[in-house]
């Protein structure tokens, strides 16, 4: 018996050294403590650097230890080891920095950092050995997000065991206070093998020389590309203040392909590639800066200072895992005769107003008659509306205005109340019988239309306040509201532009020749759209079906001037227009964008001149992109058009950040369905309204917060109000508009978060209480045989034979269970499982990534069909 008393105790105690190795979340984590810096009290980060966020993902905080930069352009550096020893894949980066105090920051990995200090100066190095970029950000940036499946590997066999976090601190007046920085990055990792494997290819000019005075200096960079198929997926871009646009190319046979195009004035993020580019062996990567040199009274030469310049153009990719290369360079040019061909888009500047580059500029530079306080207000608004970006766009569904009894829809807008103003066509119908082929109207014996053409109504429960616009119109279309309450509208019949006072019934102005098309100065032929500026008062014309312009006349009605022509075959060049068919204008920037149709894009020009400034064109898009809308903030909402046979894109509305273009959100009505939406309006608290033009219908919709937290910033120093079921690194999906439970489905993802924090928790803990139970239970099993089997005698032999068992588990003090000192004794034995989990050391590990790449590519479209007149 004492025999099987033993084994069954050795059995038991084996299994429970077998459970606590068992791998949960807590179990991969080293003994972190001696290597995690005691952060100042100053600073507001987490104070677990390591947290658990299920049973395969964690997150890593990343941050400077407190640190008061002495001097402008500081370069500080900061080590964290890899806390795993197996392979990790980081699948998502948050940065914690502001731009009052950080010009930019980068994360490398590697194997060995230059110190081993809390931080050091940067111009000791970072790493001894070969470092990867992994992350960069600067001035504000939203965070990177990389796609779904792709991840940077780590750890392991080949991947770097630390990561290390570079902070430039340009301008340190924001430290006069002499407060603590804790500026660094949060990274979430995971366990689970990533598909896809990213890398960086870093473009940068080493020999670029900047003359003074000099207006337009180009820094070109170009390299053969040799190795395997690459898929790019990300871009940044990186200058100094003399930098005005950079842009990076594939070269293949001639034929230049845009990876990415963006001003390094405004924030330097990393952009994702709007449209898939691959990379193939001896393919040519190419990039151009544009620098200008005026103000300067001296040479500007590449380095690292303010004074200095620099010209990088950074790309995230994806390999195959079994050719993957975490990092490569390029610095030369290979071919400089290749420019001349480059794309006329990379020699424009991309303007950016004056008052924004002070504020987005971190590099030190005297501030004369600069009221700070003010800068920092601004900035403190910007990286609120930033913030202010994490919301959904659903269906307010008890709004009536969905039933209302409409003709077809063809415009909206807002007016100074911000009551809704609708322009429908009562009984008229634009078919194919409308016009002939010169585009005369042909139904002008039904007259105009008797029903009132213009509707006013409550914006919340969709009554009628107010209608107008009997007997004027023959086919309504565009609409827009000056900031004096005037209405402004297209009529494509009469091809004519109306402003109408609210409650006047006569035109104030009108513009064209009734019925007669045309293409010169007084003559329209089908204007679609009108767009006011609230400053000058001037007039924007888009123009039109037959045209391809836009043109500006002053408030009284004079013609100034016109830009666009018709697109020619092939891609769509910047300037031409395939039916220009809705205006917004954007005060904030000076800009007006154009929703140019049928080619599927967004494109904004300079108010002043005309002059083409950027193209926003995403593959959702779709071929068609009907309305464009603009909302002080920095918001973009649009509204595209059914797909052609065979294609895929919905037809949805979508929300856009105005800065960078990228797609915030996307939406669709529960009740009925899209069928044209033909235009969008917004209003500042993203209420927004969308009128359908074959489905006679308009659906309001209503913003829903979708932030577990906030940030505010005073003097640098960030401050976040975390809700307490929130964990350090948020899993943020795309909103799906197939989807109508999206309450539900995050509902549900907040309750997994929520138990995934509890789970490993729970899990040690039962593994620990089930050996006590059932070492309890064998104890109480042996009491009930010795009485009832063996009697006295039998219990006197388990005395003499457990006791010495039970002597050994109580120790010489005989007064505690000691599980460690009883297998102490047995040969092989090691106390790993048994002694308390040490908190003390650190291990340090190797990381590196492993997946697979797979290759997204776009079929060619089929042949386009003739555009739907509405």
């Known amino acids: 018996m004492a025999g099987l008393v033993n084994n069954l105790l050795i059995l038991f105690l084996v299994f429970q050294n077998i459970c606590l190795g068992f791998r949960s979340p807590l179990s991969v984590f080293k003994r972190y403590k001696d290597t995690t810096r005691s952060l100042s009290s100053e600073c507001l980060g987490s104070d677990r650097p390591v947290i658990s966020l299920g049973l395969s993902d964690f997150a890593l905080d990343i941050r400077m230890p407190g640190v008061t930069p002495k001097q402008s352009d500081t370069y500080l550096c900061m080590s964290v080891p890899l806390p795993v020893d197996d392979e990790a894949y980081v699948v998502d980066f948050k940065p914690h920095a502001s731009m009052d105090t950080v010009h930019h920051m980068l994360l490398f990995g590697c194997n060995e950092p230059s110190s081993t200090e809390n931080y050091w100066d940067c111009?000791?190095?970072?790493?001894?050995?070969?470092?990867?970029?992994?992350?960069?950000?600067?001035?504000?940036?939203?965070?990177?997000?990389?796609?779904?499946?792709?991840?940077?590997?780590?750890?392991?066999?080949?991947?770097?065991?630390?990561?290390?976090?570079?902070?430039?601190?340009?301008?340190?007046?924001?430290?006069?206070?002499?407060?603590?920085?804790?500026?660094?990055?949060?990274?979430?990792?995971?366990?689970?093998?990533?598909?896809?494997?990213?890398?960086?290819?870093?473009?940068?000019?080493?020999?670029?020389?900047?003359?003074?005075?000099?207006?337009?200096?180009?820094?070109?960079?170009?390299?053969?590309?040799?190795?395997?198929?690459?898929h790019l997926f990300a871009y940044r871009v990186h200058t100094h203040r003399l930098g005005k646009v950079v842009s990076g190319y594939r070269v293949r046979n001639g034929q230049w392909t845009l990876i990415g195009r963006q001003s390094p004035q405004l924030p330097q993020a990393f952009y994702p590639v709007e449209h898939p580019v691959d990379v193939n062996y001896d393919d040519i990567l190419a990039a151009r800066c544009v620098f200008s040199g005026e103000g300067r009274t001296t040479e500007t030469r590449i380095g690292g200072t303010a004074n200095d310049e620099m010209c990088n153009f950074y790309i995230m990719y994806y390999m195959e895992a079994k050719h993957a290369v975490s990092y490569m360079t390029c610095t030369q040019n290979a071919n400089p005769e290749m420019f001349r061909n480059i794309p006329q888009e990379a020699n424009i500047p991309i303007p950016v107003k004056s008052d924004m580059l002070k504020v987005t500029h971190g590099h030190h530079e005297e501030t004369k008659g600069t009221d700070k306080s003010s800068l920092l207000q601004q900035a403190k608004k910007e990286e609120e509306e930033i913030l202010d970006q994490d919301f959904h766009i659903e269906e307010a569904v008890e709004w009536p205005g969905v039933d209302l009894k409409l003709g077809q829809v063809s415009g909206l807008a807002l007016d100074p109340e911000n009551n809704l103003v609708i322009f429908h066509r009562g009984d008229h119908v634009w078919d194919e019988n409308s016009f002939d082929s010169k585009f005369v109207y042909q139904q002008r014996g039904l007259g105009p239309i008797e029903q009132n053409t213009i509707l006013v109504l409550n914006p919340s429960n969709a009554k009628l306040l107010h209608s107008m616009g009997r007997s004027l119109f023959y086919l309504p279309h565009g609409l827009s509201i000056d900031k004096n309450g005037n209405y402004w509208v297209t009529d494509v019949a009469l091809h004519q532009v109306?402003?109408?006072?609210?409650?006047?019934?006569?035109?104030?102005?009108?513009?064209?020749?009734?019925?007669?098309?045309?293409?010169?100065?007084?003559?329209?032929?089908?204007?679609?759209?009108?767009?006011?500026?609230?400053?000058?008062?001037?007039?924007?014309?888009?123009?039109?079906?037959?045209?391809?312009?836009?043109?500006?006349?002053?408030?009284?009605g004079l013609y100034v001037m016109q830009w666009g022509e018709e697109t020619s075959l092939g891609r769509a060049r910047p300037g031409q227009f395939h039916i220009p068919h809705s205006l917004a204008l954007i005060p904030d920037f000076s800009q007006l964008c154009v929703a140019d149709r049928e080619n599927g894009r967004i494109q904004c020009f300079k108010l002043e001149t005309g002059e083409f400034i950027r193209e926003i064109k995403h593959k959702s898009f779709g071929r068609e992109l009907f309305a464009v809308s603009y909302v002080p903030g920095g918001f973009l909402f649009a509204v595209n058009g059914m797909p052609y046979p065979g294609e895929a894109e919905p037809v949805q509305g979508f929300v856009m950040n105005f800065s960078t273009g990228e797609i915030i959100d996307t939406f669709i009505p529960l009740r009925k369905n899209f069928e044209m939406p033909h235009d969008v309006v917004a209003s500042e608290?993203?209420?927004?309204?969308?009128?359908?033009?074959?489905?006679?219908?308009?659906?309001?919709?209503?913003?829903?917060?979708?932030?577990?937290?906030?940030?505010?910033?005073?003097?640098?120093?960030?401050?976040?109000?975390?809700?307490?079921?929130?964990?350090?690194?948020?899993?943020?999906?795309?909103?799906?508009?197939?989807?109508?439970?999206?309450?539900?489905?995050?509902?549900?993802?907040?309750?997994?978060?929520?138990?995934?924090?509890?789970?490993?928790?729970?899990?040690?803990?039962?593994?620990?209480?089930?050996?006590?139970?059932?070492?309890?239970?064998?104890?109480?099993?042996?009491?009930?045989?010795?009485?009832?089997?063996?009697?006295?005698?039998?219990?006197?032999?388990?005395?003499?034979?457990?006791?010495?068992?039970?002597?050994?588990?109580?120790?010489?003090?005989?007064?505690?269970?000691n599980l460690g000192n009883f297998f102490a004794s047995h040969k092989g034995y090691s106390r790993k499982g048994f002694d308390r989990l040490s908190t003390e050391g650190s291990d340090q590990e190797k990381d590196e990534d492993d997946g697979t790449d797979s290759e997204e590519e776009c079929s060619a479209p089929p042949p386009p069909s003739a555009p739907s007149s509405s």
């Open 123 to 230: 111009d000791e190095g970072t790493c001894k050995d070969k470092s990867n970029i992994l992350y960069a950000w600067a001035r504000n940036a939203p965070p990177t997000r990389l796609p779904k499946g792709v991840g940077f590997r780590v750890g392991g066999e080949t991947g770097g065991r630390f990561f290390v976090l570079q902070v430039h601190y340009g301008d340190i007046s924001a430290f006069r206070d002499k407060h603590k920085d804790c500026s660094g990055v949060t990274l979430h990792l995971t366990h689970q093998k990533q598909p896809l494997i990213a890398g960086m290819y870093l473009m940068m000019s080493v020999n670029t020389v900047i003359p003074p005075g000099e207006k337009v200096v180009d820094a070109d960079i170009a390299c053969h590309y040799k190795r395997f198929p690459m």
């Open 498 to 556: 109306f402003k109408l006072g609210a409650h006047d019934k006569e035109p104030l102005l009108i513009l064209g020749v009734a019925l007669q098309p045309g293409s010169d100065r007084n003559h329209f032929c089908q204007p679609t759209d009108v767009a006011v500026d609230p400053i000058t008062g001037s007039i924007y014309i888009s123009d039109g079906y037959c045209n391809s312009r836009v043109i500006q006349f002053t408030p009284k």
């Open 685 to 817: 608290d993203k209420t927004v309204f969308v009128g359908d033009v074959h489905a006679r219908a308009v659906w309001k919709f209503a913003s829903v917060e979708k932030m577990e937290h906030r940030s505010v910033k005073k003097a640098g120093i960030e401050v976040q109000e975390i809700k307490e079921s929130e964990t350090i690194v948020e899993a943020r999906l795309k909103n799906t508009p197939e989807s109508t439970d999206h309450l539900k489905k995050k509902e549900k993802q907040h309750l997994v978060q929520q138990a995934s924090t509890g789970v490993s928790f729970v899990l040690i803990t039962i593994l620990l209480i089930i050996p006590v139970v059932v070492l309890l239970a064998i104890l109480l099993f042996i009491r009930w045989r010795k009485t009832t089997v063996y009697g006295a005698d039998g219990e006197h032999k388990l005395d003499s034979s457990s006791g010495r068992i039970l002597g050994k588990l109580r120790g010489k003090g005989g007064g505690g269970l």
